[in-house]
């Protein structure tokens, strides 16, 4: 789907976006090429990353793949110093690496449970301590990817609920601190977004996708067309005012309650 924003909105900004070989993280990645933005992709597996990244350069981007852990504060250290390498100085950093699987606190390993709170949310306090010295300055902009769980419970996701209610306040902590140096931090968070990995995994059959999307104002799921947007958005200069907001894209669906109530109940 095309952009709804003019071309080259992007044009002459460096961008490492961290979930970028895959998902909401690979979609955003590639509209910031679109939007004339260098990009650098970071996840756990070269491979993906390799694909992803010609895949963007087939379409006329400029990417590069860069692996690491983020849960690793020296690997992703190293794959920010790289990017600077190539790149030069950056200028957007998109913290969009996550983990899930649905489970009840109680059929959950404490290993589990530290896992999505290691990959979220300590993933995301290394990416941007990793960074900060190389974003700070006035315009850059750091976005990270959260959830409607981080202020409403969901059965099945209490580690998930958890990681996104610290990214939530560790974005504002940042917002404050990193201020006065011109960086900007701001969270978007989406609700159900169709066509990834995470709704395959909480919805695994059509009938509860229907059922979910039935539950939501809008009907519907969002398209990850409409999340790289909004993320977009929030990295251009049009939102240089903007920080230490959370920008919920939803389709209203955190109005309503908690509606995974029903998931919940169909797989336990």
């Not at 290993?111 to 290691?118: E, L, Q, S, W, Y």
């Not at 169709?194 to 519907?220: C, V």
């Not at 990295?235 to 995974?260: K, N, R, W």
Request: proline content about 4%.
């Amino acid at each position: 789907m095309a952009s709804v924003f003019h071309d080259n909105l992007m044009k002459g900004k460096v961008a490492l976006i961290t979930g970028g070989g895959s998902g909401i993280g690979l979609r955003i990645a590639e509209r910031f090429a679109e939007h004339g933005a260098k990009v650098a992709l970071v996840s756990r597996t070269q491979e993906k990353l390799d694909r992803a990244a010609e895949s963007i350069r087939a379409t006329g981007g400029e990417a590069a793949a860069f692996s690491a852990d983020v849960r690793d504060y020296g690997a992703i250290s190293s794959a920010i110093e790289k990017t600077r390498a190539l790149y030069g100085p950056i200028d957007v950093l998109l913290c969009g690496a996550a983990g899930n699987f649905p489970a009840p606190a109680m059929g959950m390993s404490a290993n589990g449970f530290k896992a999505v709170i290691d990959i979220d949310l300590v993933g995301t306090f290394n990416t941007c301590r990793a960074a900060y010295d190389h974003l700070r300055k006035p315009g850059a902009s750091v976005v990270s990817i959260s959830a409607t769980h981080a202020f409403r419970p969901i059965p099945l996701q209490s580690h998930v609920c958890a990681a996104k209610a610290g990214i939530d306040i560790l974005m504002k902590v940042l917002a404050l601190e990193w201020g006065p140096a011109g960086v900007r931090l701001n969270v978007v968070t989406p609700g159900p977004v169709a066509d990834t990995e995470g709704m395959r995994r909480l919805t695994p059959t059509d009938d509860l996708k229907q059922r979910l999307a039935e539950s939501i104002p809008m009907r519907r799921f969002a398209t990850k067309d409409e999340i790289a947007d909004l993320v977009l958005f929030l990295s251009s200069d049009a939102a240089a005012y903007i920080t230490g907001a959370v920008y919920v894209c939803d389709g209203g669906q955190s109005l309503t309650g908690s509606s995974f109530a029903m998931i919940a109940g169909a797989q336990t």
